[in-house]
């Protein structure tokens, strides 16, 4: 591949920003869990539902872009039950399965989320030649896990977590936070890497920083780009082509 030249990048200094979900953590165990304790909820509540269903709306509830996992939950109980139980089914879900799933993270984080293989290849090369930070909405509580249990924290100067700072993905804010961290005066030298085209091509773009997007197997890389801005400049399948790229 065609090693970008200082030129391409747009400044001497680069920073290279990372999303931690889908991007260097697989989250695909805790989906599959998570979908499986709503199904069982919706199940209870609308008999002979099929799987078939239940899978369809997961599927057109993620292209509506839900943000959050509380407005993803309410979209797939809507289609299956309409809107009057979808409340309901939020609290039911929040109660029962949001609660068992911090159990079993918290039993065997490795067990719910785990790095990508080829994660500390690429960022053991990447961080030799810039410096490295995160931008991710996540609990506070990745950060022990990213520092101890992953042991990616080490290739970072910083970590933005939203939950931390108080402002998400899309937010500018979070953005901005990092880019004012990292003392980027210009964000054009600035790029983001994540899977998301709604929370982190968009809005890193929006702001004039450069963004990459990394497709691994993540539910969400079946959002489709709706606007220029959601473009990203760079897509790959996963993490690999970075260190030919940078
Ligand atoms: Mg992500």
Redesign the pocket.
């Known amino acids: 591949m065609h090693r970008l030249t200082k030129k391409e990048f747009g400044g001497e200094s680069l920073w290279l920003f990372f999303?931690?979900?889908?991007?260097l953590v697989s989250e695909k165990s805790f989906h599959t869990a998570r979908n499986e304790g709503l199904f069982q909820i919706l199940k209870s509540r609308k008999e002979g539902l099929s799987r078939a269903m239940f899978d369809g709306a997961c599927r057109r509830a993620i292209l509506s872009r839900p943000g959050g996992e509380a407005s993803r939950v309410r979209a797939i109980a809507r289609e299956v039950l309409g809107p009057s139980e979808s409340y309901a089914v939020v609290e039911e879900y929040n109660e029962k399965v949001g609660k068992s799933l911090v159990k079993l993270f918290e039993a065997d984080p490795n067990k719910m989320f785990r790095p990508y293989p080829e994660v500390n290849t690429v960022l053991e090369d990447l961080s030799a030649r810039y410096p490295l930070a995160v931008i991710?909405?996540q609990h506070r509580s990745v950060r022990k896990y990213l520092e101890n249990t992953w042991g990616l924290a080490k290739y970072f100067k910083f970590m933005i977590l939203s939950e931390e700072v108080g402002f998400q993905k899309p937010d500018k804010e979070i953005f901005q936070l990092a880019l004012d961290r990292a003392r980027v005066d210009d964000p054009s030298e600035a790029w983001m890497i994540?899977?998301?085209v709604d929370?982190?091509i968009g809005p890193s773009r929006s702001l004039g920083m450069k963004a990459v997007r990394v497709l691994h197997d993540?539910e969400?890389s079946i959002i489709p780009s709706e606007c220029e801005l959601e473009v990203p400049d760079f897509q790959f399948k996963d993490l690999r082509p970075l260190t030919s790229l940078f």
Do not use: F, L, P, W
């Not at 999303?19 to 991007?23: A, M």
């Open positions: 999303d931690v979900g889908e991007t991710a909405n994540g899977d998301r929370t982190d993540s969400t």
